[in-house]
């Protein structure tokens, strides 16, 4: 891991950009003498580390006390995107504006994404233990297919914190009968991308007992800042 960049925030978070490889990311943490829980961030597909939502998400977080890292996945951000991938892109966003089956070409690009993405959040894992102002338990928040995955294949996740859910991979559908740790799932009740009830049947799929739905009103975008709070105190339980 090397860090490229770093600087204090007016809220005494300190920022710091680092690449691990062809990977890029941002670590925040706050000055702590014994060694910080970490929350693993990610953002939706597509979506880079830097985007607003994520950042305010990470710098709140990382002043509850918790390191925050997030990464760019492959394609996402500031790394390249092939023909394909952006080919897939524009035929996912045509077909839901037009209000047409997507259910393959979701599949045909968000299932060849996560597969990519969760070995790079195990690396950047690994990297990131081995510093020392970080300690563990590890948290995961964010993206809901990735986070499937990583919640299944890595044992180091104590606990999780998912987003909408509507359209997820089927093959993270399934694994979600897997997932036993302590789970909050956030919904917006009116979200445009994420049919309702498909999210509610994948909450109802998750094979863990704790677990917690937390839905609003509102698009996607209009999810209420107190769950970030909220987020924070579940991580609280099973991180600190």
């Known amino acids: ?22 990977i890029p990311g941002t670590l925040w943490t706050r000055e702590s003498a014994a060694p910080l829980p970490l929350i693993l961030m990610a953002h939706n597909n597509g979506l880079p ?8 998400r990470a710098r709140q977080s990382a002043a509850y006390g918790y390191a925050v890292a997030a990464i ?8 390249p995107r092939s023909a394909a991938d952006e080919r897939a892109r524009a035929d996912l966003r045509r077909a839901m504006q037009a209000g047409e089956p ?32 970080i300690g563990g338990p590890v948290g995961y928040a964010g993206w809901t297919a990735v986070g499937i995955r990583l919640a299944v ?12 859910g509507g359209y997820v991979p089927r093959a993270q559908r399934e694994e979600a009968r897997q997932i036993t740790i302590p789970l909050l799932f956030l919904l917006q009740w009116d979200d445009e991308g994420n049919p309702r ?44």
């Open 49 to 56: 580390k830097g985007e607003a939502r994520l950042v305010a």
């Open 72 to 79: 760019d996945a492959p394609g996402c951000g500031d790394r």
């Open 102 to 133: 997507v259910d393959e070409i979701f599949e045909s690009f968000i299932g060849p994404l996560v597969e990519k993405t969760v070995p790079e959040w195990q690396t950047a894992l690994d990297a990131l233990l081995a510093l020392p102002e």
């Open 153 to 164: 294949a890595e044992p180091r996740i104590a606990a999780a914190g998912f987003f909408a």
């Open 197 to 240: 009830q498909r999210a509610l049947d994948l909450f109802d799929a998750f094979g863990t007992e704790e677990k917690t739905l937390h839905a609003n009103m509102g698009g996607h975008t209009g999810t209420p800042w107190f769950e970030v709070d909220d987020g924070n105190r579940f991580f609280g339980r099973h991180l600190k």
């Open 1 to 22: 891991m090397h860090f490229t960049s770093e600087q204090r925030l007016d809220d005494g978070v300190l920022e710091r950009e680092f690449t691990l490889g062809e």
